[in-house]
């Protein structure tokens, strides 16, 4: 990780760090919750993840990312459930979650038995909510941040990447890293709820989940969720 990455990573991580120490509730804190469609891992979720942003760069400020880290969400949900209910595929493995957000796909990884497990986000926010995350689940996940999309190879055997086709422009990077992976003989895994971004005959289904919503701005309770592989 180079200096300033892990400088702000650094920074985040005391920061949720001093959040999650304060005493007090309210709609614009974290807490830890169960997740709800992988009830075996509990992350830190903000109650009201606009409110919870909007306080913090009040706090910093300056302009944050927002704050996807802080809810769960429906692609990564389904396919950390996929990984626990199919230990097989992490087990004994180097695994990568990629845009990891709270890292709750990574921790699925690590619960399943991944040898080595490694999340990256270009959040520091998100790297350090894996670090927290990790260890309020008592497994061992090493969070990095920077962006990996242009670069070659993942070192991993299983590369996993829950709901990251949410908009065109990530797409149009995602999509061809995931096929060089692919090519270089790594096992792909993708999380998606069909946000309008899969590529038609890219990505083979693998599985089906109903996944209850926990998503901010979503009405209908339950989302179907697709596991997909590069076809
Ligand atoms: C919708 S969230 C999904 C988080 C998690 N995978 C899950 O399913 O719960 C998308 C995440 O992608 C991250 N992200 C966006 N662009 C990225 C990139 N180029 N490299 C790594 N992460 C990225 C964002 O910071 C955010 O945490």
Known sequence: MLAPVRDAAVAALSELEREIGAPGGGLDRLRLARTPFVPEVRVHVAEDPILWWARMEAYAGHRLPPPYWASVWAGGQALARHLLDHP????????????????LVA???ALAGAEQVT?????????AAVTVNARANRVRVAATGGDLLDTLATGADLLLAGDVLYDRALADRVLPFLARAAANGTEVLVGDPDRGHLPPGRLAVVASYPVP?????VDSPVRRVQVLRPA
Not at 213 to 217: Q, R, S
């Open 88 to 103: 097989d595929l992490a087990a004994g493995r180097r695994v990568l979650d990629l845009a990891a957000g709270s890292g």
């Open 107 to 109: 921790i699925a990884a």
């Open 119 to 127: 999340a990256n986000d270009i959040d520091p926010y998100a790297v």
């Open 213 to 217: 919503t926990t998503e901010p701005a």
